[in-house]
């Protein structure tokens, strides 16, 4: 399965943004779906997680962005989407998707643990 991510860019601090994960060759739905960022000289950080459909599709966030941010499905559509609302300054990242063929109990919050990645989007907080 190919991803791809989009929807990022430059906002003020409190402001939203939704990003999308689109797939192409495969069902979206049936992989379990991470959202991860990257922020310059950092390592890549767990956002929140979306179960496939088949386990239910429960969603599960870091503690950094409950509350803030949240994550959903079109299956119609085939992407993964991250509602992203009150941003900060210290969520500006670069953004990836990624897809994990196997589903482990628990929240899946490692890179590790997902097979496939999209490109990455910048998202751009200023304060």
């Known amino acids: ?16 943004l939704r990003l999308s994960c689109t797939a192409s060759g495969g069902t979206l ?7 991860f960022r990257q922020a310059p000289g950092k390592e890549r950080e767990f956002v929140g997680t979306i179960r496939r459909s088949g ?48 589903h482990v109990v628990g929240i899946m919050s490692r890179a590790s643990q997902y097979n496939y990645w999209g490109q990455g989007t910048q998202v751009t907080v200023s304060s």
């Open 55 to 102: 386990s239910g599709g429960a969603t599960f966030y870091a503690d950094s962005v409950k509350g803030r941010f949240t994550i959903s499905r079109d299956s119609a559509r085939n992407t993964v989407y991250l509602q992203m609302n009150s941003l900060k300054f210290e969520d500006t990242a670069v953004y990836f998707c990624g897809a994990a063929e196997r």
């Open 1 to 16: 399965v190919q991803l791809q991510a989009s929807g990022g860019g430059s906002v003020q601090a409190g402001e939203s």
């Open 29 to 35: 739905s049936r992989y379990t779906t991470g959202w």
